[in-house]
Every structure is written in C-alpha cells, then in structure tokens.
C-alpha cells in the first residue's frame, strides 16, 4: 500500500484532464471532434472545419514544382527559378480559391418523403450561399473500409449543383433496407474549383431520421376479423360483386377456384369479390402473433393499404397504440408509423426531427 501511495494521490488529477483535453480539442479541432456527432440544422462551412487537400493532379504539380526547382538551382537558371516561384505562387492562390469556394456555403434543410422497406427514398438537400458558388459536389460519406453492402451501395450515390444566394436544391437517393426511423447517413460536401488542383470539403451528419414504414406483404391473405360491431366484415373473396382474381393461397374455399382461369394461367388462382362492409374494420395484433414480427407488421401494412384503397374507416390496434377508426392520408400514415416503429425502444430515435411525410 505505501509502495503506490503516489497513484492515490494524483488519481483525482487524472480523471479531471480527460474533459480539459476533450474540451481544448473541439476548441482547436472542431472538424475532427465533429466527425461523428449528429448536429441540428442549418449547418454553415465555416472555416474551422473545412478540410483541404491536393488532389491527384495537385500532387503531380507539386512534384513537378519539386523537379523544376532541382533543376534550375542545379544549372544556375534564374529564369527557371523564377518560373519555378511563380507557379508555386499560383498554386497558392488555387489553394485559397478551393477553399473560399466552399467556405459559408450552408445546408438549410432535409425534406424526404416515407417510403416501404426495400424502396429507394429521395433525399432532397437545400443549399445556400452568399454569391453563387459553381463545382459544389454532395454524396454519402464513403467509408475506408466498408461494413456492409449498404455502405457499398451509398459510395455511388453523389450529386453536383451550382449553389446559388437564393437556394439550390440537390437530391440524394437512399437506400432503405429495413423498417424503423433510419438515421440519415453522413454527407460529405466537397469541392475542387476552379482548377481541380486542391480537394475541400467538410462532413456532416444531420440529427434527422427517415421515417420507414414495413413492406407490404405480397398476395397477402383476405381479412376475416371482426369490425366494431362485432360481425366478421371485409373478406375479400366472400361478397357479392366479383372484383378480380389472384394467386391461389392456402386455406382458400374450393368454391372460389377459378377452374378455366387457371386452366389457362398452368396455375391455380382464386376469385376476388367485393362484399358489403358494415361498420369500421378492426385490425387487432392477435390475429397476426403467431407470425413472426417482420412478416406480421408486413400484413397488417397490406390490409391498412387495402382498407383505404377500398375507403373503408379503419383502426389499428396493437401492444401501445390504438387508433381511432378513421380513412385519408394522415390516418394512414398514422398506422403505418406506428408499425414503422414498433418494437423501437423510447429515446431511440428524433421523432419530432424526422423527416418523413405521408405518402401513397
């Protein structure tokens, strides 16, 4: 104990210098520190944090500019040196005009619409500017080493606009793979004019979410559960009107066979009818439980789209949420978030930063 009774002594100090050294290093390397915090806009390319480096053809011209120099001061040629230290001037002068190039241009807002797990969503970037500024290029941050194929696929994702004082707006594709509140990826905004010697650019990773909503189970199954009334209502393929045919599932009546149909098809299918709907249609968790939950919250996703195709008033009813019976847009997109985000744990996600607007 007497031998280290030193480190109990400047254990205290220790501990207190991790936050003096995290806080000198955001006040003197705030786009390093920045890399991989989330940051609400609008978000400005200030100095401090823009990035800058020779590009390919930089680089050969430095290493040109190192030859030229050997040689004039091997030969003793005052007029190669001289043109040696005007070109060097000149790269100076490129360099400041990179950098002044991307310097206050400013990211303004996100806006991107819902879209169902397997699509591809737009993501539409508004930029400004003091005075217009040719050459801005905008893409998903591409990654040393790549993680999955996701990452593969945004490294080709990129876009270049002229950013203009009154707004200019650039549009990223975005792959959504999964359901849930998706955090918008990291955006790299770079820049090589005027003369594509020097490469600046900055990162950003916005605070936004992208709203994902399940996909829409394919030849999904007829409805049979009760509505608020208690009668069992909307089973497609039991009503009065004939409406079309389908794919044969499983568990369909003989009856609704349709024989020639598939005679000619070399595959069975089954007859759809509209029937007659009474009261409001209840979409209840139960009746999908036994079923995985990604292949169940995909059902229900294609009966609420069902619903109000038909223009039915339905509601939805699962573990923590249940809905008013209702139809139109923002009812939909109501229960289509609700299933976009079951299962998602509380502070999870931004939800009041999200980005997503009803869509279908």
Not at 116 to 138: D, K, M, Q
Not at 341 to 358: A, D, I, Q
Request: with cysteine.
């Amino acid at each position: 104990m007497t031998r280290h009774w030193y480190k109990t002594i400047t254990r205290p100090f220790k501990v207190a210098r991790k936050p003096t050294t995290h806080r000198l290093k955001m006040r003197l390397f705030p786009g390093l520190s920045s890399l991989n915090a989330t940051e609400t806009l609008p978000v400005s390319a200030h100095w401090r944090r823009i990035f800058i480096m020779p590009s390919a053809a930089g680089w050969f011209f430095g290493f040109s500019l190192v030859l030229m120099l050997i040689a004039s001061l091997n030969f003793n040629n005052n007029m190669g040196l001289m043109l040696t230290f005007w070109m060097m001037g000149l790269a100076q002068v490129l360099l400041l005009a990179t950098f002044l190039n991307l310097r206050e241009v400013r990211v303004a807002r996100l806006q991107a619409k819902a879209v169902h797990a397997g699509e591809t969503a737009n993501v539409h970037l508004s930029l400004e500017a003091p005075n217009p500024r040719p050459g801005i290029f905008v893409g998903w941050r591409q990654r040393r080493v790549e993680k999955n194929a996701l990452d593969q696929t945004l490294a080709h994702f990129s876009a270049v606009a002229t950013v203009l004082p009154a707004g200019t707006t650039v549009t990223l594709p975005l792959p959504c793979p999964q359901r849930g509140a998706i955090p918008v990826p990291q955006l790299t905004i770079w820049t090589r004019h005027p003369a594509g010697m020097f490469t600046a650019w900055i990162y950003l990773r916005p605070r936004q979410h992208l709203l994902v909503y399940p996909q829409p189970e394919k030849n999904a199954p007829p409805w049979t559960g009760p509505n608020d009334t208690g009668h069992t209502t909307w089973r497609r393929g039991a009503g009065e009107e004939f409406d079309s045919v389908r794919p044969y599932q499983a568990g369909d009546p003989v009856r609704l066979i349709a024989w020639k149909r598939s005679a000619q098809q070399q595959e069975l299918v089954s007859r759809e009818y509209h029937g007659h709907h009474r009261g409001n249609v209840v979409f209840q968790w139960t009746r999908v439980s036994h079923l995985p939950v990604e292949q169940a919250l995909s059902r229900l996703t294609a009966w609420i789209i069902r619903a109000e195709e038909a223009g039915l008033n339905y509601s939805l009813n699962l573990p923590g949420f249940t809905s008013n019976p209702a139809q139109g847009h923002a009812h939909l997109h109501q229960c289509l978030r609700a299933l976009a985000l079951y299962g998602e744990k509380p502070g999870e996600t931004v939800l009041s930063e999200s980005l997503s607007k009803p869509s279908l």
